[in-house]
């Protein structure tokens, strides 16, 4: 089966970069394969601009990627693929 194309990934606004039980806050975006690997041989996936890079195993694991110097980028509380 073919990876997804588009994912949208969910980071949390709370104090520990968690969403809040009740989910009304957060910041999503939208990432789309770039036709790169990372370097654990997944597919990378960028959002329209670029800054935000993630690789995405076939079993939904995340792996945040910096996009340029001194960014320490935060992994998201939940990665939902889109059809």
Do not use: C, N, W
């Not at 588009?6 to 606004?13: I, S």
């Not at 959002?47 to 340029?68: F, P």
């Amino acid at each position: 089966m073919a990876p997804p194309k588009r994912y949208e990934l969910t980071f949390g606004d709370g104090p520990d970069g968690q969403t809040p039980p009740d989910d009304t806050v957060g910041d999503r975006v939208v990432v789309a394969a770039t036709g790169a690997t990372g370097p654990g041989g997944h597919p990378v996936y960028a959002d329209a601009s670029g800054i935000v890079r993630a690789e995405i195993s076939d079993r939904g694991e995340v792996r945040m990627l910096a996009s340029g110097g001194q960014q320490s980028p935060r992994s998201p509380v939940r990665v939902e693929p889109l059809h």
